[in-house]
């Protein structure tokens, strides 16, 4: 048994479930498989995860017909029901893959074979490494499972943080308090979770410590149980950082850790923590490694072009490189 919340967006909850609730009596009476219970604009859903996916899948659908016609009567909820639409069929299978239904009914899901391969691996490692190109999901998908994850009472609280590093020494320099310095660096991780969360819910989550966003060097000291924790941009992480914040796991937690490892923005001398992760932690049971490439890129269709043009473009000056150490060699 799971149990779902989802909060009704710019809807007065009285016009979508009628007077007295009759709406909600309805839905109880044609998916009886589940429990429904309506406070205010919150609406929590009990039952199996595939009923209850389904469930959400139709009610999405309610809400939909709603903002289309401006109403919702129990004749509609029975019509778009389909009768039998209740039951764990073939036809609502697809709707399984839905890791969240986001704000305004947008359905947010794995959307490429790789994406796919990173829930996968979500849910069989405790500890997963994802690495791909810039647009590739990895940091959304990501995000994603961790708001599943906190809806269905899996973990208690989410932590996102990246490293600072294009701040470097600058970081003084810039205006604000510390907080108005680095929020520009966590930007992406709002972005994400804005399209995931009511507003005012994630407000609430973040203003409560249930949801929780900041740079790497904050993780220092600290133990993380039942937390779903992210670290993006892990490329720009040193060997030692990386391995202070692989070691603030604690029980029943889950960490994945994203990056891109063509986009390295630390000083030559120093050697990208990711990279040394990926060779060191390689053989450990019940860590995962998902790589994805250009082909799960779901950006603008130049997106795709411009990654694929800089990879060539590094194989080449790398092809380069090794020639010109080779003839040195020779010539020695």
């Given amino acids: 048994m799971i149990e779902r919340i989802i909060e009704i967006c710019n809807i007065k909850p009285v016009e979508l479930y009628g007077v007295n609730d009759i709406n909600v009596d309805i839905m109880r009476t044609v998916f009886p498989k589940i429990r429904l219970l309506a406070r205010g604009d919150i609406l929590k859903i009990v039952g199996e995860q595939s009923d209850v996916d389904f469930f959400t899948a139709r009610y999405y659908m309610f809400v939909d017909h ?12 029975e019509n778009l029901s389909n009768s039998d639409s209740h039951k764990s069929t073939k036809e609502g299978q697809g709707d399984l893959d839905v890791l969240v239904y986001g704000n305004h009914g947008k359905i947010i899901k794995a959307l490429t074979p790789n994406q796919h391969r990173l829930v996968k691996e979500h849910q069989a490692n405790d500890l997963l490494f994802a690495v791909g190109p810039a647009g590739c999901g990895k940091t959304y998908t990501s995000i994603a499972l961790a708001v599943r994850s906190l809806r269905n009472k899996e973990v208690r609280r ?15 320099f810039l205006p604000g308090d510390l ?24 407000e609430s989550y973040i203003e409560e410590g ?23 941009e892990a490329q720009n992480t040193t060997v030692n950082q990386l391995k202070m914040f692989l070691t603030r796991m ?37 860590i995962g490694v998902v790589t994805l490439d250009e082909t799960d890129i779901v950006r603008h269709s130049l997106v795709v072009k411009i990654v ?3 990879s060539q473009n590094r194989d080449r000056e790398m092809k380069m490189r090794q020639d010109e150490v080779t003839k040195s060699k020779i010539k020695g």
């Fill in 179 to 202: 907080k108005e310095k680095i929020d520009p660096y966590l930007q992406p991780l709002y972005d994400a979770l804005n399209d995931m969360l009511p507003p005012k819910k994630l």
């Fill in 250 to 286: 604690g029980k029943s937690s889950k960490f994945i850790v994203n990056g891109d490892t063509t986009q390295i923005d630390l000083p030559m001398s120093e050697r990208s923590g990711l990279l040394h992760a990926l060779h060191v932690l390689k053989d450990i049971k019940g």
């Fill in 66 to 77: 709603f903002k289309r016609y401006g109403q919702l009567l129990p004749e509609d909820i």
């Fill in 308 to 310: 694929k043009a800089y």
């Fill in 210 to 232: 249930i949801i929780q966003i900041a740079p790497l060097a904050f993780m220092r000291g600290r133990t993380l149980d039942n937390a779903f924790v992210i670290l993006d």
């Fill in 158 to 172: 989410i932590v996102l943080s990246r490293p600072a590093v294009e701040a470097g020494e600058r970081l003084g």
